[in-house]
């Protein structure tokens, strides 16, 4: 990328509107996160992609072609000046930097170039369900329906937690949004709002995607909300200067993921990421996994955390007894066997993940206690298993059904009377 391209001057309104769209990435997104600026219908668009939804910002006019993926800081740092720079501020890529040209200064940062985004479209059918209205009743319909209670303080208690999802109906010339807060020990909220409709039906929407709506909520544009019957995994929501597609039912194992991982980024463990999926936490050379399970119904997903004590280890019987001796007494930790491999570990509930530290910190200290404890017993000789009687086909003897059994004959010498 060597030749010099304009991304056009964007005038503070827009700049404004780009800017307002970053900060729900910046709160709740990793801060590695990038921009995507195209072009498409002579017009510059702004692309932000979400672990839950997506955002594409239509901007003004424009006469450049391709797609660039900027940082966000590229844009944040002239997005809160916006009320002191006089005039636009112009975006140039040159030599893979992008450099924001001000009245005040300039500020180059590197880029890259990308291809254009797909942005996911929704089918025409007559299964999908849409509803029209104003942004000044679409942010008064989230802020009554999904919006945090006043009475609600997440740092209370840290069984505290706010609802998975968000319940939007359409139907009847009406939008309703509920939400249920008795998992934070409040009560249920319901808002609703008259609206042109057509269709009828419910669906889920994620916190993060209420979220998005609320920021980027244009008062003075028309809203159109959409989503398909037979596909009602994404949520769409879309106006003159925006366009919002979610992910309607987030993956519960991937939301405890995100979790987890932001727990383990603010600590100072040292842990990285495996192909599949887990965590693996060092704490003085001993390794500690990470891992997800969730059952086969419902929604119920833990988190356990394990260390290898033993491996190749033999089935003896004082090394059961250890390990059924150490479940007995323990209310926290747990021993297990399996494949020749004895296993430490403890489960933790996706309400408790404030003690994730404390529990890593466990399983390793347990780990170093228990290491010197089962190794002889798991060098010991396997328990041999019980040797089974052979009985002979046709022989009752055993079963005492024959009553005139031979009696055996007494050894006589040759020289007895």
């Not at 890259?112 to 999908?128: D, K």
């Not at 021993?335 to 430490?344: D, G, I, P, Q």
Request: hydrophobic share 40%; net charge negative; proline share 4%.
């Amino acid at each position: 990328m060597t030749a010099r391209i304009s991304l056009g001057i964007v005038d503070n309104t827009e700049l404004e509107t780009v800017f307002d769209a970053l900060w729900p990435f910046r709160m709740s997104d990793e801060t590695k996160g990038h921009i995507t600026v195209f072009a498409s219908n002579n017009r510059r668009h702004w692309h932000l992609v979400n672990r839950s939804y997506t955002v594409t910002i239509v901007g003004d006019t424009c006469d450049f072609t391709g797609a660039y993926s900027l940082p966000l800081t590229a844009v944040a740092n002239v997005g809160r000046q916006v009320g002191a720079l006089p005039g636009g501020v112009e975006f140039v890529v040159e030599n893979d930097f992008v450099t924001t040209i001000t009245a005040l200064g300039t500020h180059t940062i590197p880029c890259a170039t990308t291809t254009v985004p797909e942005i996911p479209q929704l089918r025409t059918s007559t299964r999908v369900v849409k509803a029209k209205v104003g942004g000044k009743e679409l942010r008064m319909l989230l802020l009554a329906g999904a919006g945090m209670p006043f009475e609600f303080n997440p740092f209370r208690d840290d069984n505290t937690s706010s609802p998975d999802f968000h319940l939007l109906e359409i139907a009847d010339g009406n939008i309703t949004v509920s939400s249920d807060w008795s998992c934070g020990g409040l009560y249920n909220m319901t808002s609703k709002v008259t609206a042109t409709t057509r269709g009828r039906g419910t669906v889920k929407m994620v916190p993060d995607f209420v979220d998005a709506l609320a920021t980027c909520s244009d008062a003075d544009a028309e809203w159109t909300l959409a989503f398909d019957l037979d596909d009602p995994s994404r949520v769409f929501a879309w106006c003159p200067k925006f366009r919002i597609v979610c992910n309607a039912v987030k993956n519960p194992v991937t939301d405890l993921r995100e979790r987890v991982q932001e727990i383990l980024e603010r600590s100072k463990m040292k842990w990285k990421t495996t192909d599949g999926g887990r965590f693996h936490v060092l704490i003085d050379d001993i390794t500690v996994r990470l891992d997800f399970l969730q059952r086969e119904q419902g929604d119920e997903v833990l988190l356990r955390i394990d260390t290898v004590l033993e491996e190749q280890a033999n089935e003896s019987a004082e090394l059961l007894r250890e390990i059924n001796a150490h479940n007995a007494s323990s209310n926290m930790t747990r021993l297990w066997l399996s494949h020749a491999t004895v296993m430490l570990g403890i489960d933790v509930t996706r309400e408790h993940l404030s003690v994730v530290e404390d529990r890593v910190s466990l399983v390793a200290s347990e780990a170093k206690r228990l290491r010197g404890l089962l190794s002889p017993l798991a060098a010991e000789a396997a328990i041999a298993p019980r040797r089974k009687k052979r009985v002979t086909r046709g022989d009752e003897g055993a079963s005492g059904t024959d009553v005139n059994q031979k009696r055996p004959t007494r050894y006589r010498p040759k020289n007895e009377a």
